[in-house]
């Protein structure tokens, strides 16, 4: 326990850092059509709400042009897919462990979507590496990190899909 709150610590401290040095760093941005998506969930959101039923339907993308990445709690012995990942799959400072997570943020997405809540650092973490080309999530703390931030103090996904698509079609992206 003591060892994952010293890791949790490192991990904040690099991400902050990580995130100030971003700040000073222009991005591109990409006035082409949005094809492929990345999105990025908690396991809680992901059972209650049909996710990629939802962003097929909304933005008019196949299904084989969406990814996706739920952050689950830890559990001892249990098995993950390759679509879950858990707080034991990130390394001291936020090195990333595993292959798919390297590969999530390696993807240059058209789109990349972070339904997380604020005080997910792990998707936080996978959203400031990403090499996505716009990325939208909910206003918060480290609203910096997205080129769209939607506030809704509920968090709600029908919300943030809904305002995203307007602001979207604004931007020539839809």
């Given at each position: 326990?003591?060892?994952?709150?010293?890791?949790?610590?490192?991990?904040?401290?690099?991400?902050?850092?990580s995130h100030?040095?971003?700040?000073?760093?222009?991005?591109?941005?990409?006035?082409?059509?949005?094809?492929?998506?990345?999105?990025?969930?908690e396991?809680s959101?992901?059972?209650?709400?049909?996710?990629?039923?939802?962003v097929?339907?909304?933005?008019k993308?196949?299904?084989?042009n969406?990814?996706?990445?739920?952050?689950k709690?830890?559990?001892?012995?249990?098995?993950?897919?390759?679509?879950?990942?858990?707080?034991?799959d990130?390394?001291?400072y936020?090195?990333?462990?595993?292959?798919?997570?390297?590969?999530?943020?390696?993807n240059?997405?058209?789109?990349?979507?972070?339904y997380?809540?604020?005080?997910?650092l792990?998707?936080?973490?996978?959203t400031?590496?990403?090499?996505?080309?716009f990325?939208?999530?909910?206003?918060?703390?480290e609203?910096?990190?997205?080129?769209?931030?939607?506030?809704?103090?509920?968090?709600r996904?029908e919300?943030?899909?809904?305002?995203m698509?307007?602001?979207?079609?604004l931007?020539?992206?839809?």
């Amino acid at each position: 326990m003591f060892l994952a709150k010293l890791k949790r610590k490192s991990i904040q401290k690099k991400f902050k850092k990580s995130h100030e040095e971003s700040l000073s760093e222009t991005r591109n941005m990409d006035a082409s059509k949005i094809r492929t998506v990345g999105i990025l969930i908690e396991e809680s959101q992901f059972l209650a709400f049909n996710v990629l039923r939802a962003v097929e339907n909304d933005f008019k993308i196949p299904k084989e042009n969406l990814r996706f990445l739920v952050y689950k709690n830890f559990e001892k012995e249990q098995e993950y897919t390759d679509y879950e990942c858990t707080f034991k799959d990130f390394g001291w400072y936020g090195s990333l462990k595993l292959n798919k997570l390297k590969e999530f943020v390696k993807n240059e997405y058209d789109l990349l979507i972070n339904y997380g809540f604020e005080e997910n650092l792990y998707l936080n973490v996978i959203t400031l590496q990403s090499k996505s080309k716009f990325k939208v999530g909910f206003a918060a703390a480290e609203t910096s990190l997205y080129d769209l931030a939607i506030s809704d103090n509920e968090r709600r996904i029908e919300v943030l899909n809904t305002e995203m698509v307007k602001y979207l079609k604004l931007l020539n992206k839809l």
